[in-house]
């Protein structure tokens, strides 16, 4: 390890003449390696390549030829961990939160973070979830102190295989000295900033093979309380659509969602690119890599910033999410689904965005007398409650003046795909909006279709800000 961080130092000596202009070249050289090359990952041949670079002048072709043998990061980082409380179960979990920590010179919320995850779970929530806190600051007093409060206030977690404690030994960082001065920022800036992107690293590689999914987390936040039934039905609602990283908080590296498989990428990549720029601004290239192209974020938040001081020189930083509520269940279950309309849509405000829990919504041009809009589900499904919105803060004309909520069943093929043969009116809308509950009471069979009927022509061009639906529990639960 200590040769491979050697050779890094002497790459970035080399390179005294900015990196960044090929930056974005290589994420995007890297979007296409990672979509067409196998799987593949040899530490030694990472190690082999990297004194190569460090024996040449990084040309561009060169520092490309070696971005291709080293692309694929499917493997992990060979790092032995100290593990200072708890040890993995041999079960994996539906969910680990990742927690980084370091020493801050003022106040301290990684206890109160601990607190937050655990108080706001059920009982049945935390069977299925895994904390790991990395401490990740040299100070050993420091860790030593707040290890003896960790293990005294969470013992019982840490018994239960809830919580582990790890630390990665200060001998497996790279150099911190002289790193490149990007942006402007100051020394002791730049130093901070690529440290957290290492600390990280380190903390996802560990954390690759707990579970099914990963939340990154920070260490001075509160959370809403049942966030992970929330999530689930987030992660069900995207059943059959590609997506790299969801996110439930619009602040820093607090409240995003990763596949466990792609933990070992990110790690690496982090690694790479660790003095770069900030981890935040890391994560956009990452996710344009693996071919997210937009940002994939729901309301309301699950995650709010709770510290005030920041663990960099204990500035102030007293940002909040203004979209974070602390009872964020009520979130609907929107059953996987096609959605079609005959309205003419505008631009890119397609049907889909309707249906979705992400900031979005569907924009049409002005509806007839019989246009419809409907959802069609691919397994046929018992809904509890419909909720729909039209219009919005800024376009308060653009609802749906009249028109008809139905549902729908007997599917049939149609050249236009699949639609409901038989419905039935739920109720109208009043305001642009219209609610309906208990219907599993008020109807006889499973519903296969939602639609949307206009009644009435309007002049004014129609917003669906949200199609919400939810479904019936199983009798077990």
């Excluded at 994420?27 to 979509?35: G, K, M, S």
């Excluded at 693996?290 to 940002?295: C, G, I, P, Y």
Aim: charged share 25%.
């Amino acid at each position: 390890m200590r040769l491979l961080w050697k050779s890094l130092d002497k790459m970035r000596c080399l390179r005294k003449r900015s990196a960044i202009p090929f930056l974005g070249f290589l994420v995007t050289f890297l979007l296409f390696l990672n979509l067409y090359i196998e799987d593949g990952y040899v530490m030694e041949e990472d190690k082999r390549q990297l004194r190569e670079t460090s024996a040449h002048p990084p040309s561009a072709e060169r520092y490309v030829h070696t971005f291709r043998d080293l692309s694929n990061f499917s493997g992990s980082i060979n790092v032995t961990y100290r593990y200072l409380a708890g040890t993995p179960l041999n079960r994996k979990k539906y969910l680990t939160i990742g927690l980084s920590s370091v020493k801050r010179k003022r106040g301290n919320y990684l206890l109160e973070t601990i607190k937050s995850i655990f108080d706001q779970s059920s009982y049945e929530e935390l069977n299925e979830i895994v904390v790991v806190v990395h401490l990740a600051d040299f100070d050993s007093l420091w860790c030593d102190n707040l290890l003896r409060e960790i293990s005294r206030k969470f013992s019982h977690h840490i018994i239960a295989g809830r919580l582990l404690v790890i630390q990665a030994p200060e001998e497996y960082y790279p150099s911190l000295d002289g790193l490149k001065r990007n942006y402007n920022d100051p020394e002791d800036r730049v130093r901070f900033r690529s440290k957290q992107n290492v600390d990280y690293a380190f903390l996802l590689n560990f954390c690759t093979n707990l579970s099914d999914f990963y939340m990154m987390l920070e260490d001075d936040v509160r959370c809403a309380r049942n966030f992970l039934t929330a999530l689930k039905k987030v992660i069900a609602s995207r059943e059959g659509s590609y997506w790299v990283m969801l996110e439930f908080s619009k602040l820093g590296y607090i409240g995003k969602l990763y596949h466990a498989r792609d933990l070992p990428r990110l790690a690496h990549f982090l690694l790479m690119f660790y003095q770069e720029m900030p981890c935040d601004w890391l994560l956009i290239h990452f996710r344009g890599l693996l071919a997210q192209k937009d940002v994939i974020r729901f309301k309301p938040s699950l995650f709010q910033h709770m510290g005030y001081y920041s663990s960099y020189r204990g500035a102030e930083n007293k940002l909040k999410d203004d979209d974070f509520e602390e009872d964020a269940v009520d979130i609907p279950d929107n059953p996987p689904a096609r959605l079609y309309t005959n309205i003419d849509v505008f631009e890119s405000y397609d049907a889909a965005k309707a249906y979705s829990a992400v900031d979005e919504y569907f924009w049409g041009k002005p509806p007839s007398t019989g246009d419809f809009f409907v959802v069609v589900f691919n397994k046929s499904a018992k809904i509890s409650r419909i909720k729909i919105a039209t219009g919005s803060d800024d376009r308060q004309n653009d609802i749906l003046h009249r028109g008809a909520l139905e549902v729908g069943e007997k599917l049939v093929g149609t050249k236009k795909g699949k639609q409901c043969s038989s419905y039935i009116t739920l109720g109208e809308f009043k305001n642009g909006n219209v609610e309906v509950r208990d219907v599993d009471h008020k109807i006889s069979f499973d519903v296969e279709c939602v639609r949307i009927v206009v009644t009435a022509t309007q002049k004014e061009w129609l917003i669906i800000r949200s199609i919400s639906l939810w479904t019936t529990p199983p009798p077990s639960q």
